[in-house]
């Protein structure tokens, strides 16, 4: 049965909240408040992602074991129930703000240039998933991710991007942007954790559990084979 209650759904947010790490904020573009802020665009697949239920239509079809952004994969994974997206947190709160919003929930990075250059602000959305088992590929986020980002930060008067992630990643792109938070697998309240932080409600108290290496050669690099060197021993991180 569910068992989950308004009380339920104030700590999922909170918690959320709470973890979000605020990696750059040049020139103190954060928080977005008018008058100097009267636009803003949300782009990005991410931003709309639905959550994973292993049991559902995706069973037998993508593994017991994929997870999503907001829950890792495998045995341990929690499906979100009601899930606050990112789209759908930042532009309640954007337009509660007055402030126009355009959606382009797609990682096409042509179209993602036209609708920044329109806005004061332009929000990418982009993360990183991970599964019991098995390695991820690469320390690159998902679809595309830097492509869409270097193409946003090109033709935007300003860009933030949020990361919805499981572990450390590579950010090639951020010289490039003015803002970048992260959410380390946030559940159902993401969306709510987003807005009460890049709109001033709550400030970003997370801390980083991992060091983001700056390319993939300042890490051991993801592996499908069945032995790995960690060659680095204790100079791990910011050590190495």
Request: proline fraction near 5%; include cysteine; charge should be negative.
């Amino acid at each position: 049965r569910n068992v989950s209650s308004e009380e339920h759904v104030a700590l999922a947010r909170k918690a959320a909240t709470e973890s979000i790490v605020l990696l750059k904020n040049d020139q103190s573009l954060l928080p977005l408040r008018k008058p100097a802020v009267q636009s803003i665009a949300i782009i990005g697949s991410v931003s709309a992602a639905e959550a994973y239920n292993p049991e559902g239509s995706g069973q037998g079809v993508l593994g017991w074991n994929r997870g999503d952004y907001y829950s890792g994969g495998g045995s341990g994974h929690v499906v979100a129930s009601n899930v606050v997206t990112a789209l759908a947190g930042l532009q309640r709160r954007a337009e509660a703000a007055g402030m126009s919003v355009l959606a382009l929930p797609s990682d096409d990075p042509k179209a993602a240039a036209e609708a920044a250059a329109q806005v004061d602000v332009a929000v990418v959305v982009v993360g990183s998933t991970s599964g019991e088992g098995e390695d991820r590929s690469s320390l690159a986020m998902d679809h595309g991710a830097n492509e869409l980002v270097a193409a946003v930060a090109e033709t935007a008067k300003h860009s933030v991007v949020l990361e919805q992630i499981c572990g450390a990643v590579t950010m090639p792109w951020h010289r490039d942007v003015d803002a970048i938070a992260a959410l380390f697998l946030g559940g159902q309240e993401t969306g709510s954790a987003w807005a009460a932080v890049i709109f001033g409600d709550h400030a970003p108290t997370g801390r980083l559990p991992v060091t983001m290496p700056e390319t993939e050669e300042d890490a051991i690099p993801p592996s499908s084979e069945s032995k790995v060197v960690y060659a680095e021993k204790l100079a791990t991180g910011y050590r190495n």
